[in-house]
């Protein structure tokens, strides 16, 4: 191993990831003068920071949950701005609409923390695009080998043969999923021919923030709409954050609705059984196990930094390719299935 003259462009400090050459943290989870921040949601944009950096298609959704006075300076795909003689610029992560890796490079060293980051295009942002690195900062949700997602096309058909089948005996299909991104991209790919779509008040302003940015969603009304028939709620799509299951909202779709949850923990039967919902449908913002290997493998890092999810195995896996690779202590969630507190509001 050859020996290391130039410091690290990233380190690990309380408040969050740090870029000691520019003087900038990347997603901290405590307040600092200059946050870079991958994406909106609420793990990785915190309140509080003196001066934002995202992409631009993250503003609308961080005005919305921080204010609208915060300080922000957005960046194109690709874009280059140098801060104290970093050049930074921000690349598609595939996570949610806005989610972006920041390319750092500084002394000839290039480093990329990828935020949260998913392999297949969904429709509804970017898809993750590899950004050759000397360092590589990943996450590891979903990082162990029992985590492989079905093929969109094959997620789909469940769901829509699902929402098909409950319209048959008169039950309103409720699918709860992530506000954010979760919810959007369920949108995108289900056939709306099958019903009506309802969605909660968490979840349309985002449906509106997607719209207005040219992603193409489906015609969908809120529970209050007046010109949804009571006599069509039998055969309505209902997708709501996962906090409705335990809200009275849910009783105007009748005494006995069928209900679902989309995540990637759906994998594990124990965690549908603990929701206490009919099915459970596998479908994550996040990259499974083979996703993370193939992304990490593509950017030709010889040095990996691993963040959050399943730790330990990743590191392992990355030293067995030959890899360095070691954790980064952070303090970002497992929000695959989290409610995103800040976005919701009234039903
Ligand atoms: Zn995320
Ligand atoms: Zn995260």
Not at 114 to 134: A, I, M, N, Q
Not at 314 to 333: D, K, S
Request: charged letters at 20%; aromatic letters at 8%.
């Amino acid at each position: 191993m050859t020996a290391r003259s130039d410091p690290d462009l990233i380190v690990a400090r309380p408040e969050g990831l740090y870029c000691p050459a520019g003087d900038f943290h990347i997603d901290p989870w405590r307040p600092v003068a200059r946050a870079v921040i991958t994406h909106a949601h609420s793990d990785h944009a915190r309140w509080g920071h003196g001066h934002y950096l995202a992409h631009e298609h993250s503003a609308p959704i961080l005005r919305r949950r921080l204010g609208e006075d915060i300080r922000l300076q957005t960046l194109r795909y690709g874009e280059v701005i140098e801060h104290h003689g970093v050049r930074l610029s921000l690349h598609p992560a595939g996570h949610v609409l806005g989610s972006a890796q920041v390319r750092l490079e500084h002394a000839g060293e290039v480093w990329v923390a990828s935020g949260d980051y998913k392999l297949e295009s969904d429709g509804t942002c970017p898809p993750f695009e590899p950004v050759r690195c000397h360092t590589f900062i990943t996450e590891s949700t979903f990082g162990l080998p029992i985590y492989r997602w079905p093929s969109q096309p094959a997620l789909f058909e469940e769901i829509n043969a699902w929402w098909q089948a409950n319209t048959v005996q008169g039950r309103a299909s409720v699918l709860y999923a992530y506000a954010l991104g979760k919810a959007q991209r369920l949108l995108h790919g289900v056939d709306p021919t099958i019903g009506p779509i309802v969605c909660h008040g968490a979840v349309e302003p985002l449906n509106e923030v997607y719209r207005a940015l040219g992603v193409r969603l489906p015609t969908t009304r809120r529970a209050t709409d007046e010109s949804l028939d009571p006599g069509q709620l039998g055969r309505a799509l209902v997708i709501a954050p996962p906090s409705a299951a335990r809200s009275t909202w849910l009783r105007r779709f009748g005494p006995d609705p069928a209900d679902a949850f989309a995540s990637g923990w759906m994998q594990l039967r124990g965690t549908r059984r603990r929701r206490g919902v009919d099915r459970g449908f596998v479908v994550s913002d996040h990259a499974d196990w083979p996703g993370l290997q193939s992304a990490i493998m593509a950017t030709g890092a010889q040095r990996v930094f691993v963040t959050h999810g399943s730790v330990p195995t990743m590191v392992r896996w990355l030293c067995e390719q030959g890899l360095q690779a070691q954790a980064f202590a952070t303090e970002y969630g497992a929000e695959d299935d989290q409610d995103d507190q800040d976005v919701s509001e009234a039903p």
